[in-house]
């Protein structure tokens, strides 16, 4: 049975922003148990974990002598190996992975980048004048992909898990007030957070914001 990492105290507070909700939610698509342990940030600088992740970050996933960091990389090899993620069809399966990349190399770098503003630059003198710019910038994304998806489920026929990392990198825009202007792309994300595995990953990381708030 697999491991994967997660935050002892995430800096979300529950909100399932964290890149562990992504491996969580593959694993409980494809119905596959798992383990967690949870980290401080002491501990993500410490040998042990340097050793898993060469960045200091979560998640990290071990399964017998392989141990894997990156989320992207831990959902595709969860993808790999159980069906339910990816197509079978050669060419759909291509494109469903091209989709992750999207996700992670086109679509979270602006996104990221607004919400570090948003936490820790309110209070800059150039906060005011560097918000639209910010903005701006994912508002473009938004629309090339909101008129890509146009009135669609998913981003290719069923889902995989081209849209598990989407619906997660747009979740992190839940703050920002910019999902409300794309309609077409608001309800995708809500089909994603409906999905049954999806409302099981987030309670599970819930459990450890929660469990942690209430501890003596």
């Known amino acids: 049975m697999p491991t994967i990492t997660a935050f002892e105290s995430s800096p979300d507070r529950g909100k399932g922003q964290a890149r562990d909700m992504r491996v969580r939610w593959a694993l409980e698509e494809v119905a596959a148990p798992y383990d967690v342990r949870l980290v401080s940030f002491a501990d993500m600088k410490a040998p042990a974990h340097l050793a898993l992740h060469p960045f200091g970050q979560i998640p990290t996933y071990e399964d017998g002598d392989l141990a894997l960091f990156e989320s992207g990389a831990i959902v595709l090899h969860i993808a790999d190996r159980h069906a339910g993620l990816l197509p079978t069809e050669p060419h759909a399966r291509a494109r469903a992975i091209a989709w992750m990349f999207a996700a992670l190399s086109t679509l979270e770098p602006p996104i990221v980048e607004l919400g570090m503003a948003m936490l820790f630059e309110r209070d800059k003198s150039w906060y005011a004048e560097r918000l639209p710019m910010l903005q701006d910038r994912v508002r473009v994304k938004l629309g090339d992909l909101s008129r890509r998806l146009g009135d669609a489920d998913w981003l290719d026929g069923a889902f995989s898990a081209g849209d598990l990392m989407m619906v997660t990198v747009l979740r992190r825009l839940n703050a920002s007030g910019l999902l409300d202007e794309y309609p077409e792309i608001a309800a995708y994300v809500a089909r994603g957070e409906a999905r049954p ?20």
């Open 197 to 216: 595995a999806f409302r099981r990953a987030f309670e599970a990381q819930l459990a450890v914001f929660t469990g942690a708030r209430l501890a003596p």
